[in-house]
């Protein structure tokens, strides 16, 4: 079976042999090095961009409103603006603030994020760094990302700072207890941690088709979980303009301000890659059974294009929760962690064990 | 599967290039808004209202109890990824193993529940 005719495997190994051709093994070494990190950073920003005007428009639409329409194309010289006037602010440090911490905070959970992107496989070969522990590289760097959280809420001396900071440390760590044991369940089917195994054991079919009914509940518990992660709508509850203004970083301004709201948007991105690379396949294309013609013509579509198609699609998923649910409270919030999604997903794992040993999947 | 500590390298130069990005954007911008400090501005903003105190105060138990049971119910979770790993080659007598484990947490977990652990009044 032919997976994707565009293998990038390929152009990344004549990337290679050119430069080697022309310079010595060093060069060579350090050339790659800063081609990758100026691709991280450019898609770091893009990325960004990208979302916060998605997200824009999908909220307008929900309301039947036009969201940015003015500047550019159908508003999307919005966030461009919307960002140099971000870079022009003046970036505060209030008085009872804890220096060094508060200016640490966004660093941290920036720098987290970014990380969390070298294990995820973009398309067929077009992986930055495909580690054999990979999905667990994501989930321990990205749960790093709450320390700078509680840094920022505590550093600040607000007491809203505070408030949000601790019930979004709470919250994402009762959150992550399910949505790890939502990932052990496909590391149990596909029997590896490395990214690119998950999406090939995946090309016969989806986990989430194969899978049977587990499958599909490790899924939905997936997604919640990730939207309580993210802090986003009706897990929102760490930053509830209504009540905290704007929860860990009410005292942030400027770039600083501009680095927690770009972590969150990476952030979204990395989990919902996560789901799309574990349940729905990652950048494989969609098959149905013997249609071989159709299976064809899915083929021809690229790699990258299936996988940041599904990504997206998770993505205005969470986008359309937070104009669909209303906010949660904090001892409800934690309740439906702790009373019915963890031992929900503790026991659907066993069943995934137990129906792959048994091998009852497809 | 075995790997070296060269396999990790790559995990240096992803810091670094995250790093560096956070680092030059954070400086440069330093230096190019304007910087005019007054007493009101540099004041905690608490909506307009005089804030009182300190905000480094006690908080609710609940938020510590709940850290606490996280990191009991993270270690167990980060058991599960080798046995995830090696789950079929351990066949049946590993599943059984795994279900005494669960088992056994869940039990854990029921008894936070009735304990009132998790209950907000």
């Given amino acids: ?362 | 599967m075995n790997s070296t500590p060269i396999d990790f390298f790559p995990i240096v130069i992803q810091f670094f290039v995250a790093a560096g990005f956070v680092g030059i954007t954070m400086f440069a911008t330093h230096f190019i808004g304007p910087k005019l400090n007054t007493r009101k501005k540099l004041k905690p903003f608490e909506s307009g209202v005089q804030s009182v105190g300190n905000a480094r105060q006690p908080f609710a138990i609940k938020y510590f109890l709940t850290a606490i049971l996280f990191v009991l119910f993270d270690v167990e979770v980060i058991f599960l990824y080798p046995y995830a790993v090696n789950f079929l080659e351990l066949g049946m007598s590993g599943l059984i193993t795994m279900l005494l484990f669960m088992g056994l947490l869940l039990c854990g977990l029921i008894y936070v529940i009735r304990s009132g652990a998790l209950d907000w009044e």
């Fill in chain 1, 1 to 362: 079976m032919i997976l994707s005719i565009y293998n990038f495997t390929l152009l990344t190994d004549k990337i290679h042999s050119f430069l080697s051709a022309h310079m010595s093994e060093e060069f060579v070494l350090t050339t790659e090095l800063v081609l990758i990190g100026l691709l991280i950073v450019t898609f770091v920003a893009v990325l960004a961009m990208v979302l916060i005007y998605t997200e824009r428009k999908v909220a307008a639409y929900m309301q039947l409103r036009e969201g940015p329409n003015r500047v550019g194309i159908y508003g999307t010289g919005q966030v461009v603006a919307d960002v140099l006037k971000l870079v022009l602010k003046e970036g505060i440090t209030p008085n009872g603030a804890d220096k060094l911490m508060f200016n640490l905070a966004p660093y941290i959970v920036l720098s987290t994020c970014i990380m969390a992107l070298a294990p995820i496989a973009f398309g067929n070969g077009l992986v930055l760094w495909d580690l054999n522990i990979g999905v667990l590289y994501i989930t321990s760097i990205t749960s790093l990302g709450v320390i700078g959280i509680l840094i920022a809420g505590w550093s600040s001396n607000n007491k809203y700072s505070m408030l949000g900071a601790m019930r979004s440390g709470a919250q994402i760590v009762s959150y992550e207890l399910s949505a790890g044991l939502c990932i052990i369940s496909i590391v149990v089917l596909a029997g590896s941690m490395q990214m690119s195994e998950i999406v090939n054991s995946q090309a016969d079919g989806w986990w989430i088709f194969k899978g049977h009914l587990p499958v599909i509940v490790a899924f939905i518990i997936f997604i919640i979980a990730a939207t309580a992660e993210l802090n986003r709508a009706p897990f929102d509850l760490a930053e509830a303009e209504s009540e905290l203004t704007a929860g860990f970083h009410t005292e942030y301004s400027g770039m600083k301000f501009a680095m927690f709201f770009l972590a969150e948007y990476i952030n979204m991105f990395v989990l919902c890659a996560m789901a799309a690379t574990l349940f729905l396949g990652g950048w494989m294309p969609f098959h149905i059974g013997h249609w071989t013609t159709f299976n064809n013509v899915m083929d021809y579509i690229p790699s990258p294009l299936w996988f940041l198609g599904k990504t997206f699609f998770i993505i205005f998923i969470i986008m359309w929760f937070r104009w669909t649910f209303p906010r949660l409270r904090v001892d409800q919030l934690l309740d439906l962690e702790w009373k019915y999604l963890l031992p929900i997903s503790m026991i659907n794992l066993l069943m995934i064990a137990l129906m792959n040993i048994l091998g009852w999947h497809f």
